[in-house]
């Protein structure tokens, strides 16, 4: 089964939910600013309730702008918690961060940018690579065939304390079953994101993740983060060898697009003491808010035993042998359904 090219500590939604770049199954693309910055909280229904386009580019903001200091949990309807310690600071357009695992095995993330170190204590390596970051959501706001907004509603639905700070609670409806709902706790004053709940179609809560507790505008310093993340005198250094490739390239593309799914990038690393050219091909797609991730490589029947489909919480994922030789896993918090989509539209092209 193909492995994600980061490490996973919590969900992927649930760090990008803050604006951290340490996510789950890959380096996604945000090259272009999103929109204008809604108005304050204040000026909230002077003009009618506020949409989509308003409420996420503020919240996105708030996570580039604030430094903080917080521990952060994500407890999933399986009964399945972790946490981990946060240090966030935003000067311009450099950001860094610390992410400290609390629960599993130790393992300490930093981020400067585009720049992920990962410190794994027990066996005494580190590994680097370059992740492009996605930010807490795309630029699909406005993009191009299609929107955020074509495929969600959001509405304010009240108000509650989180971690000691007023929030807005927002419920993002999806228009469809392709896509997950989320209820957004969002800090009155700056918009950051201090808890989020993924829901099922039902309504039922897949996965909630929040702040136990929250130091705004913590005196974290950049250059001291950074001294850490180079820290590696010692260590067994392992770096990434991720590239950009592009479907085309590889022999891939999809017969139909899934409604509202953009492509953002595709990667590429040789597999481990595998001979030869082939490796793991990893293509990305986002409607803004939810993100899908496809692994390709060749089926190998000693590593590729068993198909079906698995879930943790709102991590859903989908393995399967397709177009003969070809082994896919699909991952992604989305709805089976939609990772059934993409499967059924992957074509081989040579």
């Known amino acids: 089964m193909a492995r994600p090219l980061g490490p ?40 009618g309730e506020r949409g989509v386009a308003e409420w996420l580019p503020r919240m996105h903001d708030a996570s580039r702008q604030r430094s903080y200091i917080g521990t952060f949990v994500v407890s999933t309807n399986g009964g399945a918690m972790s946490s981990a310690r946060i240090w966030h600071t935003a000067d311009g357009q450099l950001q860094v961060e610390r992410v400290e695992s609390l629960t599993g095995a130790p393992r300490s993330v930093f981020r ?17 690579e370059r992740r492009e970051s996605l930010g807490l959501f795309t630029n699909l706001i406005k993009g191009p065939g299609g929107s955020v907004p074509d495929f969600y509603t959001a509405r304010r639905v009240g108000a509650d304390r989180v971690a000691g700070f007023e929030t807005d609670v927002v419920q993002l ?8 709902g ?15 709940q993924t829901l099922d179609q039902d309504g039922s809560v897949l996965e909630q993740s929040a702040f136990s507790e929250l130091v705004l ?24 060898e991720v590239t950009r490739t592009s479907p ?24 481990a003491g595998a001979p030869g050219p ?33 879930a943790n919480g709102a991590t859903q994922s989908l393995a399967r042998r397709i177009q003969g030789n070809w082994w896919l896993t699909a991952v992604g918090e989305v709805p089976p ?14």
């Open 8 to 47: 996973r500590m919590v969900p992927a939604r649930r760090l990008l939910a803050l604006g951290l770049g340490c996510g789950v199954t890959l380096a996604w693309a945000q090259s272009h600013p999103l929109v204008a910055a809604a108005p304050p909280a204040s000026a909230a229904g002077a003009g």
């Open 112 to 128: 400067r940018n585009e720049q992920v170190v990962t410190f794994l204590p027990e066996a005494h390596v580190v590994r680097t």
């Open 173 to 180: 409806q999806p228009r469809d079953a392709l896509r997950y």
């Open 182 to 196: 989320l209820r957004i706790w969002s800090e009155r004053k700056s918009g950051l994101v201090v808890k989020l």
């Open 217 to 240: 505008d913590a005196p974290v310093r950049a250059d001291k983060l950074s001294q850490m993340m180079h820290a590696t005198d010692g260590w067994r250094v392992e770096k990434s």
């Open 248 to 271: 085309e390239a590889e022999g891939w593309q999809m017969h139909e697009a899934v409604p509202g799914f953009h492509p953002l990038n595709c990667y590429k690393r040789p597999v």
């Open 278 to 310: 082939e490796g793991t091909m990893q293509w990305v797609f986002s409607d803004g808010l939810a993100a899908v991730s496809l692994f390709l490589e060749p089926y190998d029947a000693n590593h590729h035993a068993q198909e079906g489909a698995t």
């Open 337 to 350: 359904a939609t990772l059934r989509a993409f499967a059924q539209n992957l074509e081989r092209r040579r």
